[in-house]
């Protein structure tokens, strides 16, 4: 019996352990931090006159894929993110930089870190890429041309920063890309033919920049774009006068530009747009929308076409949307405020001032 019960017990030993060995061959190590990272972390961030924060939770005797900010790959414990977001590092990214040692890195943030100086060109060596942020700092310097060797990035978000120059064309490489924030630089020239070839781009923000010339009649093949800003630049000339292709937007922001031209009616073919800015620039003429199906449809919360040189009557038709905001001041527009304005329910902004109305209806009405 005792035997028996041994050998009893002893199977099931030997059951256990074959499970949990075989368990441990088909699951991958959740954290297992190899060398090579921790040295490249570790020095990376002897660069820096980091905070004690971040110094406290990066201990060399710990698993590196368990520090603050940093992310392993769960089978061979590579590095693939690092985000070191409003770490107050206060120096610039060197050339050789020890973070260009982290050759698997997917996901890079840096955002409102004090950064400083010029993006290096190095940067282009991690080429495993898919989200880089470096937006709040003190960059300055042109964006390296080596930015378009990241061929899996989707993600760049580079501004607001002090960066200067042209907006390099080898941008146009970034197939992959969704996403593209330029946003708050000191970029010059004319946008690149070459960003009409990321047909994947849902999200432009090229806005508050020194970028002139006209409009990129070629970024008619962008036809995901859900975000689109070019607004505080030095653009001119008119807008296409087809623009249904954006049949996805959501986001148009011309504004403080100088675009001429009637108001782009065929913007109201787009069901889905929200947000459309048109202020401060010159176009001229009445708001005529050239619809077909009933504007009910339509998602539009705000419409800003103040500070141009619109006229004619305001349109009755503006009631049939669901306008949180409507500006509307700084134009010529002529005749009686519509009374159908008192139909827009979900009202918090209506600017009317300076323009040449004639009439006022005094009916009170309430959001």
């Known amino acids: 019996m005792i035997q028996s019960h041994c050998y009893c017990l002893s199977g099931i030993v030997i059951t256990i352990y074959c499970c949990l060995l075989i368990h441990s061959l088909a699951s991958p190590t959740l954290h297992f931090c190899r060398h090579d990272q921790r040295k490249a972390l570790l020095e990376f961030i002897d660069e820096f006159p ?20 940093v992310t392993c790959d769960d089978t061979y414990g590579q590095v693939i993110s690092l985000d070191l977001s409003g770490t107050f590092l206060n120096n610039s990214l060197k050339t ?49 041309l080596s930015i378009g060797y990241l061929s899996n990035l989707k993600e760049l978000i580079l501004g607001p920063n002090n960066l200067t120059g042209e907006i390099p064309s080898s941008i146009g490489n970034l197939s992959s890309l969704t996403i593209l924030e330029l946003y708050g630089n000191n970029l010059i020239g004319e946008i690149p033919a070459s960003i009409s070839n990321l047909n994947e781009l849902s999200v432009i923000d090229l806005g508050a920049n020194s970028l002139s010339g006209k409009f990129p009649i070629s970024f008619a093949n962008l036809t995901k774009l859900t975000g689109f800003s070019i607004c505080s630049n030095k653009f001119t000339s008119t807008l296409p006068s087809d623009m249904s292709g954006f049949h996805n937007l959501e986001i148009f922001n011309v504004s403080q530009n100088s675009f001429t031209g009637p108001f782009p ?15 401060e620039n ?54 009686s405020i519509p009374r159908s304005l008192s ?19 005094k009916t009170q009405y309430k959001k």
């Open 96 to 144: 050789n930089s020890n973070l260009f040692r982290l050759q698997y890195l997917r996901h890079l943030s840096l955002y409102w870190c004090g950064l400083q100086g010029e993006i290096p060109s190095s940067l282009g060596n991690l080429s495993h890429l898919t989200f880089l942020d470096l937006s709040r700092n003190h960059l300055i310097g042109e964006i390296p």
């Open 50 to 69: 980091a905070d004690e924060f971040t110094v406290r939770r990066w201990n060399e005797s710990s698993d590196c894929c368990l520090w603050m900010g």
């Open 265 to 279: 009616k065929s913007l109201f073919s787009i069901p889905s747009l929200q947000f459309l800015s048109l202020g």
């Open 282 to 335: 010159q176009f001229t003429g009445p708001i005529e929308l050239g619809y077909n199906t009933s504007l009910s449809s339509f998602e539009l919360q705000s419409l800003d076409l103040s500070s141009n040189r619109f006229d004619g009557p305001i349109p009755e038709y503006l009631s049939e949307f669901d306008l949180f905001h409507l500006y509307l001041d700084h134009n010529y527009f002529t005749g």
């Open 343 to 361: 139909e827009l329910v979900y009202l918090e902004d209506l600017y009317l001032s300076n323009n040449k109305l004639t009439a006022v209806w």
